[in-house]
């Protein structure tokens, strides 16, 4: 038993640190300067924009043409924006929730316990979501309408939920699956149930996993554009989400685009998303040491 | 496992919060309190401290039984329709008016969703500009109240042209001859609605028809078109049009004539007063505007836009909204209103003889009677997208453009089947 | 075993239900089936249901909005002999290959990047992680910006002078390509940073000792071993961009041969709506999106199975 303990430790798969080079670790510099510039270097270009006044710095390919002012972010704040912000955080987080605990109890099942016709439900569950989603509006709209979900955040997560839960379930059966079965038949022998063999066991040690599925459901439900923008149009203090305000976004006067408020609320956007994602990426990578199977 | 544990707990009992405070507030199909009216219009005007809003506050001050909201909808205009439809689809009484784009009318029309003025158009008609007047009829009623409108304006940099050119010819020969640092002439050529206004300004110019007045005939020539094709065609190939003219809509024109990388522009006059606002801009003081060319040099001919107000045919209060859509378009306070503080060209021809100090109004009021507006058939969607997509690539060079032509016609006499 | 032990020491520990009953309890068999129930039932009901009605609406011939009748497999036919259909077939077939492609090169990349410790490893996760957060509806209309001769900011930057990116057909792919790479690399890199972790520590290091290098480690011992998490990415990233729309839209609006299924689609239920015609385009592009994800399916569905019995050994 003690090898399945070693086997399963979670520390990643990180090479053992060698005695390197000089020239090896300029490259190594080098090649993240690349991608970090090539991650960045957009979003520079957003910061910068946001910060510009007047028609002449928007609109200069130079990103040091000023002049340079707030009065964007004060612009997009005066529209309300931080309650399409609550509303986005609320439906995303509630998505990501029930993804993750309905999802894994599905995908729990699709890995291990006797399912006949597995590839089939795969698929159906694949397919689900295949369907072009602007097609589906009209039907779905008529119904949440007559139900009374129209504008509130219900209306929202329901389906989100639904259209997100393919690729959870697939993404948590293939963590699911690689966890070795003797691990929980050790716990089985202990007594524990088929859910608290999943609960302490399974659920733990594929933790890498589910917060990638996590983050993932999480930013597709605070992206989402097409359900929002028909379910939730206006009323930002009702349901309006993020990127259905910042579509809504007008200028001074008709036909103009307002460039330097758009990418001052994407910059507000961007930020907490990125402390959330730090936040998931930490538990992806830092992995949990194994304190399910008893020593 | 505690941890864990505590952790899964608050998240359930969040979420749990989270869930039971949903904010409450008018779900989608809105109530109306009383005789409250609801004015379903968009873009930049509608705005608080918009034009709009100023104007259903003038109507509230002098009808308080039946006072009107704006519910705002975004500023693109495909996303209105979109909106508007889904709400007149499910024949919800949400709105009472809708703010239509003008070439909206048929296709709202036939499919039952607006209310008829028949029995206001004497009042509405006598006070309209003809082409915005038509732009509201189909099938020879009167289906809305013209509001605001639009027409194209050419803007061309003082300090580089002396006189403005009455012929295309002459506009490209003098957007040639520069120094090659300044672009020729911008336009929206990017493969879209606009795309098709641009070159029916063309057509027309030249001379050309597309339906009669009841769209029951295709008059289309397609000599006439071919020509217009062909020398857009060149003027791409020739360097007449400045470099981005094939992806540009409303406001990448602005921005090329703005930034002074071109001489010429056409446009809706919404630019003028963005420009004057722009110190930093080499066209600023440098800049002035003229009607379009034509092939000939007489007259000239530009293509409608704006919006008209329509009474939807599922609104609970269909009496007072036809007041108000009436009184819009006639009450001369309201139409002179729209001029002078949000500078959105009014459909009340009168009024323009107040504004002649206004530079951008008085030349409009010397171009809206001559304005077209284009077919108000149900079927212009796809005889636009039939357009854009025979033309565009002719006039980029990509297809032959006779063949082009002819799929147009076709398109066409497709539609009036 | 199914016999009921005495409790012992350990199992007074608080978070153990009270006396489990192993042969009164649900069977595995059933419990598979509760387990699957509540995702099934919240699928179908919310998402399987339009898509019936789509498939309905499909056999139904519209003009415009006005229903005039039976059609049966008319708008099939109609659409599969439209050659407006098959342009954009290619289109969308070539960008998915290309952008897909490119995708997994760059996130396998990212992803074993992302595993290293190293100072400010913090950072450049997250920095890795910004294309992809950023909100679609902006990324395009940023990356239009970017491309377009006006202002010609990348033209400026790479002093192109007056390149039409977005005018030209070949060079409008390009672009649309770049920024979909850009934009969902990331999501690519996640998925196989969290397989990564799932990779014993032992392995790679048992290797190393054995002699070998880098490359060899890669490709014969990571990537095997990363196969259940490349099939998952490969097939979403597929599947979505079979189904571009927004950055197609913003970007080029489908000119230059730049129109992708959905954009076609799209076409035919919002901007000229024809329910019939418009649900026909829906489920062509429906079955041929299945079609490609099932063979992504099969191939995960036989790693799930060896994936139990052989685990980490």
């Given at each position: 038993m003690s090898d399945t303990t070693t086997t399963m430790t979670r520390k990643a798969s990180v090479p053992v640190p060698r005695p390197v080079g000089r020239r090896r670790l300029w490259v190594k510099a080098a090649t993240l300067l690349v991608i970090l510039s090539w991650c960045l270097f957009p979003f520079l270009w957003l910061v910068m924009t946001s910060l510009k006044l007047g028609d002449r710095a928007l609109n200069s390919?130079?990103?040091?043409q000023g002049p340079f002012g707030l009065a964007n972010y004060r612009n997009v704040f005066e529209q309300d924006f931080h309650l399409n912000l609550r509303n986005s955080l609320a439906v995303a987080t509630m998505t990501t929730l029930i993804c993750i605990t309905v999802g894994s109890l599905a995908a729990y099942a699709l890995a291990r316990l006797p399912l006949k016709r597995r590839l089939i439900l795969l698929t159906g569950v694949l397919a689900v979501s295949l369907f072009p989603p602007v097609a589906l509006v009209p039907p779905l709209y008529e119904v949440w309408r007559s139900i009374g979900l129209l504008n509130k955040w219900e209306g929202l997560y329901l389906p989100y939920t639904a259209f997100e839960l393919p690729l959870t379930i697939f993404i948590l059966t293939t963590f699911y699956a690689a966890i070795p079965k003797e691990l929980e038949e050790a716990a089985k022998v202990d007594g524990a149930t088929p859910f608290q063999a999943f609960y302490k066991v399974v659920f733990p040690l594929a933790a890498p996993g589910v917060f990638a599925a996590g983050i993932i459901i999480f930013v597709a439900a605070w992206n989402e554009f097409l359900l929002a923008s028909t379910f939730a149009p206006r009323n930002p203090e009702i349901a309006q989400t993020v990127p259905v305000a910042i579509a809504a976004f007008t200028g001074q006067v008709e036909f103009q685009r307002p460039i330097g408020t758009i990418t001052a609320a994407c910059v507000v956007v961007v930020i907490p998303m990125v402390v959330v994602a730090l936040l998931f990426q930490r538990r992806i990578v830092a992995g949990l040491t194994a304190g399910s199977v008893k020593g | 496992m505690r941890k864990s544990t505590r952790w899964l707990v608050v998240g359930g009992a969040s979420a749990l919060i989270v869930a039971a405070c949903t904010p409450a507030g008018d779900d989608g199909g809105g109530e109306t309190a009383g005789g409250e009216l609801v004015w379903a219009i968009g873009g930049a005007e509608a705005q608080p401290g918009g034009v709009h809003q100023q104007v259903a506050e003038l109507w509230n001050e002098e009808n308080p039984e039946t006072p009107i909201r704006i519910e705002l909808l975004p500023e693109a205009a495909d996303q209105q329709r979109e909106q508007q439809a889904l709400e007149l689809q499910s024949e919800g009484s949400g709105f009472d008016v809708l703010g239509m784009d003008v070439i909206w009318t048929g296709e709202y029309a036939e499919n039952g969703w607006l209310e008829s003025l028949e029995d206001v158009r004497d009042e509405i008609e006598e006070a309209s500009i003809p082409g915005a007047f038509e732009s509201a009829t189909w099938g020879g009623e009167l289906w809305a109240a013209p509001y605001n409108t639009n027409a194209g304006l050419l803007y061309y940099r003082s300090d580089l042209v002396d006189t403005p050119p009455t012929t295309w010819d002459q506009l490209c020969q003098t957007a040639t001859q520069g120094s090659g640092e300044i672009g020729g002439f911008i336009g929206q050529g990017a493969q879209y609605e606009g795309f098709v206004v641009n070159w029916l300004e063309y057509y027309w110019s030249a001379g050309g028809e597309l339906f009669n007045d009841d769209q029951s005939e295709v008059l289309f020539d397609t000599d006439i078109a071919a020509r217009a094709t062909q020398f857009m065609a060149d003027a791409i190939s020739d360097g007449c049009y400045a470099p981005g003219f094939n992806t540009a809509q409303e406001e990448e024109a602005r921005n090329e004539f703005q930034q002074g990388n071109a001489m010429f522009m056409r446009n809706w006059p919404y630019v003028y007063s963005l420009i004057e606002q722009d110190t930093a801009s080499p066209a600023n003081g440098n800049f002035d505007i003229a009607p379009l060319p034509t092939f000939d040099g007489d007259g000239t001919i530009s293509a409608l836009g704006g919006f008209n107000n329509a009474v939807s045919a599922f609104s609970d209060n269909i009496d007072a909204a036809k007041d108000f859509v009436t009184w819009a378009a006639t009450n001369e306070e309201a139409q002179s209103m729209l001029a002078t503080e949000g500078s959105v060209p009014p459909t009340?021809?009168?009024?323009y003889d107040q504004l002649a100090d206004d530079p951008v109004m008085s030349l409009l009021g010397e171009i809206l009677p001559d304005a077209k507006p284009r077919p108000p058939a149900p079927s212009w969607n796809e005889i636009s997208v039939e357009m854009q997509r025979a033309l565009f690539p002719a006039v980029n060079g990509q297809t032959d453009i006779q063949e082009a032509v002819e799929q147009v016609r076709s398109a066409l006499e497709g539609a009036v089947e | 075993m199914t016999r009921v032990r005495p409790a012992t020491a350990d199992e007074t520990r608080s978070d153990v239900a009270p006396p489990r009953r192993r042969g009164s309890g649900l069977s595995e068999r059933a419990l598979a089936r509760v387990f699957v129930a509540p995702s099934l039932i919240l699928m179908a009901l919310v998402a399987l249901f339009p898509v019936l009605y789509a498939v309905v609406l499909s056999l139904f011939e519209y003009t415009r909005r006005e229903r005039q009748g039976f059609a049966g497999l008319g708008n099939y036919v109609a659409a599969l002999s439209d050659d407006r259909f098959w342009s954009a077939l290619w289109f969308t077939i070539v960008f998915t290959v290309t952008s897909v492609a490119a995708e997994f090169v760059i996130g396998l990349g990212f992803a074993l990047l992302m595993n290293q410790t190293f100072r400010g490893r913090g950072i450049t996760r997250a920095a890795i992680l910004i294309p992809w957060v950023i909100p679609t509806v902006i990324a395009a209309q940023m990356w239009f910006f970017m491309f377009n001769v006006t202002p010609g900011f990348i033209n400026s930057v790479f002093g192109l002078g007056d390149f039409n990116w977005l005018g030209q057909p070949g060079w409008a792919t390009f672009a649309i390509v770049f920024a979909d790479v850009w934009k969902t690399a990331p999501f690519v890199a996640l998925l196989l940073l969290a397989g990564l972790q799932t990779i014993p520590v032992e392995i790679t290091e048992s290797a190393m000792v054995d002699g070998a290098g880098r490359w060899q480690r890669l490709w014969y011992i990571t990537l095997p071993l990363l196969r259940p998490a490349i099939l998952v990415a490969l097939l979403f990233r597929t599947v979505d961009a079979l189904r571009v729309y927004d950055l197609v839209a913003v970007m080029t609006g489908g000119a230059f041969d730049t129109e992708s299924l959905s954009v076609l689609v799209q076409q035919y239920v919002v901007r000229t709506p024809d329910p019939g015609y418009g649900s026909a385009l829906s489920t062509l592009t429906f079955i041929l999106i299945l079609g490609i994800g099932l063979v992504f399916v099969r191939a995960l569905g036989r790693d799930i199975a060896i994936g139990r019995t052989e685990g980490a050994r």
């Open positions: 390919p130079d990103l040091f | 009340m021809a009168s009024v | -």
